[in-house]
């Protein structure tokens, strides 16, 4: 590897501020906790009908441009080929995009709506309950895919059909100009998606041991503490850093497959075992108030109303959501290659979309059942809600083989964080690295380390979740970004005809990509 490699600027500056966030977090916790506790208020506040607005119109554009004359224009070359099968290219986004997230919240988010629904909602009542569902099919639906679809898309087109290199300042060329691309406003973007990238995959590290420590307390006895949640960072992070200096084909898409059979096989089971009725009755009737209240939903912000709830769950979702865009976007992009626009969009949009419908389906109405029928009492409900890391297995143990479910669930929880971090990791390489799409190893290493430094400094402290709320704050930038890459879109695919694509005889990269694309091929040799 090339020493220059570790005087990248976007690198350095990455490097900087993710040492001056983990002092401040570690040594000043509450100044740091207040300062983003404050910043993130007044976004929400001020900000929040712009979050729902932007979200919204991610959905359309995605939509519209699927179904568009550009459908069918290719993500490279007319002639290309995926280089992923469908099944592991879904595996890998869809593990890479919710990781342990709908793990963690997949029982525990439907009861928290249930005993504290927005405002005008009964709690604990009926109608608690079916909103609480149709909640969290909006949480976790077509809103947050079509988010990342919007890097996704801008970042593959470019980077495969017209030749760029794989950073998300080349997508906005046609918004930002050559010379901006690649000058200070161009670096801004890149060190901003470095640092929001390393943001979520710290704090989903720290979210993720807390319930494998929570699941391993539960099944086995073993002391929750900061000395087991060490060495559980320490083992995973072995493993995440290998599968990422391993690769995409011989490290992450290995994981990502795995951990999709063992999804599917767990959502059957506790299809199976759990309240077949009442999951199918909340698919239904949630799907219906979902699509049925679609646009209501999605900007239901009120001018002189109560809007704890709507703060408190969709605009921080929404938030965190775009703060995870750069990552997510960039690595379903790498991962893209050869699909066609119409193809990405709706593999992207509305597949995972409907996976993770139905995995709310099916545990939302695990945990529903309970508090509904009084087979879990208000208190053991409450803390369901409480600490969601301890009510997913709390929740699974009142089921038939409840504790072997719990034992796979473990599993699956080490499976999907390990996908988030080295998906994360790999992308940290490549937005370090000018772009590389197969950084170094050496990159990877050093980003798995500091990753893994950053979780434990941060859980010792007591800060991930300030760290999670200031990435939020840091992220709101790519609200604009994101805006810039859909007009890039556009732009690009309005002119494909008429400009030279990759593959065409007359088709020149410049420089930089033509440098990228031999690194890339001598890495691949």
Known sequence: ????????????????????????????????????????????????????????????????????????????????????????????????????????????????????????????????????????????????????????????????????????????????????????????????????????????????????????????????????????????????????????????????????????????????????TDVLNNLVCGLGDYIGDFFPASLGMSAYGDNSWMLGWRIFYWAWWIAWAPFVGVFIARISKGRTVREFVLGVVLVPAVASILWFAVFGSMGLSLATSGALDPEAVASVAASPETGLFLVLGQYPIGIVISVVMLVLICTFFITSANSGTFVLGMLSSDGNMNPPNAKKILWGIVLTAMAIGLLIAGGLKPLQTISIAAAFPFVFIMIAAMVSVVKGLAHDKDTPNVGDPDFVPDDDSARLLDETSASEG
């Open 1 to 276: 590897m090339n020493k220059n490699e570790f005087k990248n600027p976007a690198f350095l500056i990455a490097l900087i501020l993710c040492a001056v966030m983990a002092v401040w977090a570690i040594v000043l916790k509450d100044n740091f906790t207040d300062v983003s506790n404050a910043v993130f208020n007044f976004l929400t506040v001020d900000f929040g009908w712009l979050y729902l607005l932007v979200m919204l119109a991610f959905v359309i554009f995605a939509l519209a441009i699927a179904f568009s004359r550009w459908g069918n224009i290719k993500l490279g070359p007319d002639d290309s080929k995926p280089e992923y099968s469908t099944v592991s290219w879904f595996a890998m986004l869809f593990g890479c995009g919710m990781g342990v997230g709908l793990v963690f919240w997949g029982i525990a988010e439907p009861i928290s709506h249930y005993v504290g629904p927005m405002a005008g909602i009964e709690a604990s009542s009926p109608e608690a309950a079916r909103f609480a569902m149709s909640a969290s099919f909006m949480h976790w639906g077509i809103h947050p895919w079509a988010n990342y679809a919007i890097i996704g898309l801008a970042l593959g087109y470019f980077m495969y059909r017209k030749g760029k290199m794989a950073l998300i300042s080349s997508a906005l060329s046609p918004v930002l100009g050559e010379k901006h691309t690649k000058g200070a406003l161009g670096k801004l973007v890149d060190i901003l998606a470095l640092f929001a990238t390393m943001a979520g995959v710290v704090t989903s590290l720290g979210l993720g041991v807390l319930q494998i420590n929570a699941g391993l307390n539960y099944l086995f006895g073993i002391p929750t503490n900061l000395t087991v949640q060490i060495a559980i960072i320490l083992i995973i992070s072995v493993i995440f850093i290998g599968s990422a200096v391993l690769g995409i084909e011989k490290g992450i898409k290995i994981i990502s497959d795995a951990n999709l059979y063992i999804a599917i096989a767990v959502l059957i089971v506790c299809f199976i075992v759990g309240p077949k």
